[in-house]
């Protein structure tokens, strides 16, 4: 069980490695552009289109190391005012759902990847970017985050188990 912790873990430290590593290439390309116009007058013609699509990579590939950071934001009106054995109890509901609804994104997500990918669809901009390439982005982040919450999920049995 702790191995497929571990390897959930990994996952998720990997996913935030390419997060950042997608920011980086935002500011350069930001800053390729910035050169380009303020020195010689001319632009990449890509920069704004290309940052959007890291800017998605950076946010799906770092939902799952946020979640694992505890990084989310989370409202605890509700749980703070609970006793131990009814927050976990919540807690545990709330993590199906959340895996349930990253399922259905998941599913959803992959389809629309593959039908962009089947039909050759292309972005309408001077670079004709196959949009398929962007949109990856979205069920590896959504899996990547599904494992996290399953992790959480595991992490929660076992403590019920040990007790």
Known sequence: MKRILRIIETASNIGAVFSAIFMILIVCLIAVEIFL????????????EYSAYMFVFVVMLGLSYTFKEKGHIRITIITSRLGEKARNYLETVVLFVVLAILVFSIYHSAMMVYDTYSLDMRADTIAETP??????????????FALQILGEILKKFIKEDGK
């Open 37 to 48: 116009r303020a020195l010689f007058n001319t632009s990449t013609l890509i920069a704004d």
């Open 131 to 144: 949009l398929y390439i962007p949109q990856i982005a979205l069920p590896i982040g959504y899996t990547i």
